[in-house]
């Protein structure tokens, strides 16, 4: 007897796919680390089954935010990483009789094939050119983490501050001598860039106004407040002169900031492309900002080199 048709009329509804929110993904690690991830577009369920290779290949993602990650997400090991353990020279899984590596994966690979490495081996002849157990001096570490970025891109050199304790100075301001990045596109607050701000038109890094638009502004901090956009007295963003102010930021004032949990902070201090004498004078001016005996370790690197740990007096 054959199959009956369904003659009611009804159509079974689609299958809605799962929207990704990416605000929401990632808040469990540092700002730097969480934007990095997010802006790649990888999925927590895609991260736990990438190699460490993967994720360092990843623009932003550095040693440090290597270990912090996988922290908090523990790799999946499958047939494919542990055939890879064995021809490194590494202790595998013995095979089960009967039981192939191939059989026994786990979950699946990440589909996106932009997130496959290819330069390990750059990687590691990277590594084997710094000496872990050696504090390096900032002029030593600058040629360094140039003589080992291994990126085709223009990369970005961040400095790594590790504050002694909690009681150490949380906010710092200072003036680079040199770019540190990109230049930051400062706005002072007004009843048009209020539309623009309503519009959802956020073209600016920084924010600053009088006290007087603060009433005004108050509507917008959940649009503000979470992209680190809302001015506030404290990041002297608020200010009864916000004109020179904005001059300041143009300049190259920076405001830097630890994590909000702990005494760490991460600091972007020139691109590798840069003079090797710029790269220097940046570092010694953030280092005599935040000052020496604050400081418990610093560790230079670039978006994808070794870290170097530095000498700090």
């Known amino acids: 007897m054959g199959k009956r048709k369904d003659t009611t009329g009804k159509v079974a509804p689609k ?34 089954n990438m190699t460490d290779g993967d994720i360092t290949a990843l623009e932003g993602i550095f040693e440090n935010g290597l270990e912090e990650i996988r922290s908090k997400y523990q790799p999946v090991l499958t047939g494919d990483s542990l055939t890879g353990d064995v021809a490194e020279g590494q202790v595998g899984t013995p095979e089960v009789e009967g039981v192939s590596r191939q059989e026994t994966t786990v979950g699946p690979r990440p589909a996106n094939k932009r997130h496959d490495f290819k330069n390990g081996k750059a990687i590691r002849a990277a590594k084997s050119q710094v000496d872990r157990t050696k504090l390096y001096s900032v002029a030593e570490a600058v040629v ?4 080992t970025n291994i990126t085709k891109f223009v990369g970005t050199l961040t400095l790594h501050l ?13 003036t680079f001598p040199h770019m540190a ?22 073209e600016f890094d920084i924010l600053v106004t009088a006290p007087s638009f603060m009433p005004k502004l108050a509507k917008f901090a959940k649009v503000l407040g979470p992209k680190g956009l809302m001015p506030s007295p404290k990041a002297g963003t608020v200010t009864p002169d916000p004109e020179k102010k904005a001059q300041e930021f143009a ?11 702990f005494p760490i902070m991460h600091v972007t ?4 492309n840069q003079a090797e004498a710029e790269l220097v004078a940046n570092i010694q001016t953030l280092l005599s900002a935040v000052k020496p005996k604050n400081i418990g370790k610093a560790v230079l690197a670039s978006t994808m080199s070794p870290g170097i740990k530095l000498q700090l007096n």
């Open 181 to 202: 990045g990109e230049a930051k596109r400062v706005a002072i607050v007004s009843d048009e860039l209020l539309k623009d701000i309503e519009a959802g038109k956020l």
């Open 269 to 272: 201090v020139g691109k590798i």
């Open 251 to 261: 300049g190259g004032k920076t405001i830097v900031k630890a994590e909000p949990k």
């Open 15 to 48: 299958k809605q796919k799962a929207m990704t929110i990416w605000e929401d993904l990632y808040t469990d690690l540092s700002p730097a680390v969480g934007t990095a991830l997010r802006e790649a577009r990888v999925k927590p369920e895609q991260l736990v």
């Open 144 to 147: 360094l983490v140039k003589k």
């Open 162 to 174: 590790n504050l002694v304790d909690k009681e150490a100075p949380t906010r710092v301001e200072l």
